[in-house]
């Protein structure tokens, strides 16, 4: 999300990752399958984990904000009527 990688650079494989660390390999596979469910990475066979590419970190992003409101929409005790009301009033 930062940018510091590239679309379609690839991470090392988790095994190498694991050794250098010097980590369990499960805990390399559990950080990788973690980062696809936040899908910044996907995890293709035979290429092994991937950077996925800006406009998928940028939707990445918004649905991130999107859970910040509803959790402190949550929090104030709106429903999803309200919720969707305050987000189409939201148009520039």
């Given amino acids: ?17 694991a050794e250098v660390l010097d980590v369990n390999l499960h805990t390399v596979l559990r950080a990788y399958g973690r980062l696809r469910d936040e899908e910044l990475i996907e995890l293709r066979r035979g290429r092994g984990a991937v950077v996925r590419g800006d406009a998928d970190a940028a939707r990445l992003r918004l649905a991130e904000l999107a859970r ?18 305050i987000v189409k009033g939201a148009r520039p």
């Fill in 1 to 17: 999300m930062r940018g510091e990688l590239a679309a379609g650079e690839r991470l090392p494989a988790a095994r190498e990752l």
């Fill in 68 to 85: 910040q409101f509803v959790r402190e929409a949550r929090k104030q005790g709106l429903g999803e009527t309200e919720m969707l009301e």
